[in-house]
């Protein structure tokens, strides 16, 4: 043999090897490979995961956002509607009030006017209230001597009456009786 035949040995013997190594070598660089794919896609699931839940979020705090934005515009709607209808409503009672406190100032000044003149009036009948009473009670007491002469002079005026009817009633007797002693008298 020659030595290219020992040689040739080696030669397939040495590419044997060396695939051999060479496929251990991609052996271990496609494990690494596929490890490091396997990684890859959980990393890929895991942002897919953590995408989906901040895309959820996102559209969670959008909502929110909106509804708040909803809520704040409805509030201050509500707000600025119920302070010009508090502000209306306190108007509205202040001029009620101011109203009634000038009613109430001119009740005052003429009840204080009306107090015035009462009290001048109350004082003067107080002044007069004893005088008042002495006379009153004087003419009270003429009122019954009056009273008591009334009834004496109608008693004496009855009398009197049928006293004028029985003289009366006498001299129509009277009257009649000489008319007749006449014609007795004349024959």
Do not use: C
């Not at 035949?5 to 040495?14: G, H």
């Amino acid at each position: 043999m020659s030595g290219q035949d020992v040689q040739e040995p080696q030669l397939a013997l040495a590419p044997t090897a060396e695939w051999e190594l060479k496929l251990a070598q991609l052996r271990a660089e496609n494990e690494e490979l596929q490890r490091r794919k396997a990684e890859a896609e959980k990393d890929r699931n895991l942002f897919r995961d953590l995408y989906g839940k901040a895309s959820a979020h996102a559209s969670e705090v959008t909502k929110e956002n909106h509804q708040l934005l909803e809520r704040a515009e409805l509030a201050e709607g509500q707000a600025r509607d119920g302070l010009a209808m508090i502000r209306a409503t306190y108007e509205e009672r202040v001029r009620r009030a101011e109203e009634e406190a000038t009613r109430w100032k001119a009740q005052y000044q003429l009840l204080t006017e009306r107090d015035t003149r009462t009290d001048d009036e109350v004082r003067k009948r107080a002044a007069l209230e004893p005088e008042l009473r002495a006379e009153v009670a004087r003419l009270q007491e003429r009122l019954g001597n009056l009273e008591e002469d009334y009834r004496r002079l109608e008693g004496v005026l009855e009398g009197m009456t049928k006293e004028q009817a029985e003289e009366t009633e006498e001299l129509a007797e009277t009257a009649q009786v000489p008319v007749t002693s006449a014609a007795v008298a004349a024959p």
